[in-house]
């Protein structure tokens, strides 16, 4: 028999508390078992993966979902060894929970500090991907936070494959706690973790626009992440075109449907190779698209926008109004107007030179991530360790009571140490 969600819910609320007591050993240690389980039971979850594309394929047929859908649940010997990786890296990382961010005395004896701790219970709802149960298990586990998990019914199989082998390992682990990774399959389901506000303590959807949308107005949960992913690159007049045309087809072409593949090209009126720039392009397959019903569009596919632009000023108002806030890159020889473009274009990633496809937790060295957020609060960009954890300040004094202070008997120094 099943259990219903409140219960799922209780369960992690329970096992948050119980894996924030535990130590930095015994969460690597968990970590390495499903390193270890996922090399040993890698050809079921291909066959498990099989069987979803199989199915995946009616859906694709009957638009229920998009081919770039598709190709994110393919999971092939590449995959799985970033995500036997992946997992052996967030074990090696520092653990971020029980971290002093400050320390203040702020009278002799009464001393103020700031430490680092588990958000609590992670809602997590996501399409396709299934390397995704593992990116997210391996960081609430280092982090030591509770996650409940929601994939879409195009990985069902590999989800449940994926979820055993973890929890297996998890069970061979000396006290390491029970239901601190768990999943749900339905859209009840979905619309109970909504409103479980009472147990969950964030929302962190992976998909495309309108789930995240729905996600949004649907909880009073807070929600980790991102729309959608409308990124650009700018061509600056002084580019080298060698770097541009580099740039530019690796972030198109390298994984089309991901969220940080570019989707709209600027290149300066008075760039002069702009012409073989865009052939250069064409000659990888992209087809090239330019009018003004383009600039807000993610293709998910090898289509680009591009667009000619007077000036720094011009690329730069212009990926603030259409642009997601995501990530966006200048191609440009110019150091000042790098800084300038940096400075004033406002996304959580801002390059210079380099592919947008290199917003990613693992390329940036956090192991994996949660997802990537747009958010002006608590985390931005790749989210990964740091952004599962907030803090908690901790006062620790000797008979210490305000009212000595309101009668000037005591003052405060608040001192750093």
């Known amino acids: 028999m099943e259990r219903n969600f409140i219960k799922i819910a209780q369960d992690a609320k329970n096992a948050s508390l119980k894996i924030a007591e535990i130590n930095t ?42 081919k770039a859908t598709f190709n994110r649940l393919k999971l092939d010997e590449n995959k799985m060894r970033d995500m036997i990786q992946g997992v052996r ?11 002093i961010l400050f320390k203040r005395e702020l009278d002799e004896n009464l001393i103020l500090s700031k430490v680092s701790c588990p958000i609590g219970v992670l809602g997590i ?3 396709a991907r299934p390397d995704v149960i593992s990116q997210i298990s391996s960081l609430a586990i280092k982090s030591s936070n509770a996650v409940i998990l929601k994939g879409g019914k195009e990985s069902a199989n590999t989800n449940r494959k994926i979820l055993e082998v973890i929890n297996q390992a998890l069970a061979s682990v000396d006290g390491f706690p029970e239901n601190v990774v768990q999943q749900v399959f339905t859209r009840e389901d979905v619309a109970k973790m909504l409103e479980c506000d009472t147990y969950i303590n964030l929302i962190i959807p992976r998909g495309g626009n309108n789930l ?8 009073k949960i807070p929600v980790l992440g991102h729309a959608n992913g409308i990124c650009h690159i700018f061509v600056d ?16 072409t390298q994984y089309p449907s991901a969220c940080n593949a ?4 600027l290149i300066h009126r008075d760039f002069k190779k702009a012409d073989e720039l865009l052939a250069s392009l064409q000659l990888e397959e ?28 011009e690329a730069i108002e212009h990926i603030n109004t259409y642009g997601s806030g995501h990530t966006d890159c200048i191609i440009t020889t110019n150091v000042e107007n790098a800084e300038i473009f940096m400075n004033n274009v406002d996304s959580a990633g801002v390059y210079f030179n380099v592919s947008t ?22 985390a931005r960009g790749p989210v990964g360790l740091e952004g599962l954890t907030i803090y908690k300040y901790k006062l620790v004094g000797d008979g210490h009571v305000v009212d000595d202070y309101a009668k000037g008997l005591k003052h405060f120094h608040h001192k750093d140490i």
């Open 262 to 265: 570019v989707e709209t090209l």
């Open 286 to 313: 992209i087809k090239l698209v330019s009018n003004p019903e383009a600039w807000d569009i993610e293709y998910g596919d090898k289509i680009l926008s591009y667009k000619f632009v007077d000036s720094l000023d």
């Open 25 to 66: 050993e015994i969460k690597n240690l968990a970590l390495c078992k499903i390193a270890e389980a996922f090399e040993a039971n890698k050809e079921e979850i291909f066959a498990a993966n099989k069987k979803d594309l199989e199915e995946a394929e009616k859906f694709v047929q009957n638009g229920e979902i998009t």
């Open 237 to 252: 007049e002084s580019a080298d075109i060698n770097v541009a045309s580099k740039v530019v087809v690796d972030a198109k």
């Open 89 to 99: 890296d967030i074990s090696n990382l520092e653990d971020p929970v029980g971290k």
């Open 212 to 219: 995240v949308k729905f996600i949004k107005e649907n909880t």
């Open 357 to 378: 496809r290199f917003a990613d937790g693992f390329r940036y060295g956090f192991g994996a991530e949660v997802g990537i957020s747009t958010n002006k609060t608590h």
């Open 125 to 127: 709802i996501f399409e």
